[in-house]
Nanobody, 129 residues
Framework: QVQLVESGGGLVQAGGSLRLSCAAS????????MAWFRQAPGTEREFVAS????????YYADSMKGRFTISRDNAKNTVYLQMDSLRPEDTAVYYC??????????????????????WGQGTQVTVSS
């Protein structure tokens, strides 16, 4: 069982930056694929970015490319999401997720919530205009 704890959310003005952190309670193995998703009120959970624990291969949703950066610190068992040039439409609850098998990575479906077994409780990000 892996517990994921997100932090770093908050209120920021449009154009500003935030860095989210996701700390895993247990050591993640080399097979893990980690990801960030977000969900705004009344919408489905949306893929943001993912990173392969070993090798660091990253993927981004098109609307986040060039603005968001996902990274990981193996020693700290932590995944980060650096968010720059934030827009009001980025307002959402951001969730960290873990795919222990890496199936999503190997099948190319890293964007699908169904591949992720473990989820954090979410952290609110609000971007004011």
């Amino acid at each position: 069982q892996v517990q994921l704890v997100e932090s770093g959310g908050g209120l920021v003005q449009a154009g500003g930056s935030l860095r989210l952190s996701c700390a895993a309670s247990a050591r993640t193995s080399s097979t893990y694929n980690m990801a960030w998703f977000r969900q705004a009120p009344g919408t489905e959970r949306e893929f943001v970015a993912s990173i392969r624990w070993t090798g660091g291969r990253t993927y981004y949703a098109d609307s986040m490319k060039g603005r968001f950066t996902i990274s990981r610190d193996n020693a700290k068992n932590t995944v980060y999401l650096q968010m720059d040039s934030l827009r009001p439409e980025d307002t959402a609850v951001y969730y960290c997720a873990a795919d222990p098998t890496g199936l999503g990575y190997f099948s190319g479906t890293y964007y699908s919530t169904t591949n992720y077994e473990y989820w954090g409780q979410g952290t609110q990000v609000t971007v004011s205009s």
